[in-house]
């Protein structure tokens, strides 16, 4: 698929269970983050940076954008595994970005887990370095999550 084709958009509610498709194929979901849970609260707070791609109608790309003010942040960056490394990635994030800086946000931060060395591989490629900075991380509410499979 030429990535001329992909449409990107706002998220709607009728996505969800496409977009949760899309973090399950990515393997983005983890235990202790329940998607839907993720998904809510994400509408309450800037939903319009909340992005899908999609191709010939089909979510195929998520990117959850967020501006607080000081930094911007990108999660649930993810493209399905037939449509990566056509230039789907950096087509919803360049979307994000442009958005974000719409807002005046001077830089953006995101998160790869460790192990993941295509994730770190590809955001090194676009320009992001690693902040010499430590990740932490205190859960305020309890998610129980526990349909990684589907």
Not at 26 to 55: E, H, M, Q, S, Y
Not at 75 to 91: E, I
Not at 97 to 121: D, F, H, M, S, Y
Request: hydrophobic share 45%.
């Amino acid at each position: 698929m030429p990535t001329a084709q992909l449409v990107i958009r706002p998220f709607k509610a009728a996505d969800t269970e496409a977009v949760i498709d899309v973090w399950r194929q990515c393997g983005l979901l983890r235990p202790n983050n329940d998607p839907r849970k993720d998904i809510a609260r994400k509408l309450k707070v800037r939903p319009d940076l909340f992005l899908v791609g999609t191709a010939d109608g089909s979510i195929v790309a998520t990117a959850m954008a967020g501006y607080e003010g000081h930094r911007g942040w990108v999660n649930y960056l993810g493209v399905l595994p037939a449509f990566q490394r056509l230039g789907c990635a950096r087509r919803i994030l360049d979307e994000a970005e442009r958005l974000l800086r719409l807002e005046g946000c001077p830089k953006i931060n995101l998160q790869v887990v460790a192990t993941n060395a295509k994730a770190i591989a590809f955001y090194n490629r676009i320009g992001f370095v690693q902040d010499p900075v430590l990740s932490f991380g205190k859960r305020l509410e309890r998610d129980e999550w526990t349909d990684l499979q589907g």
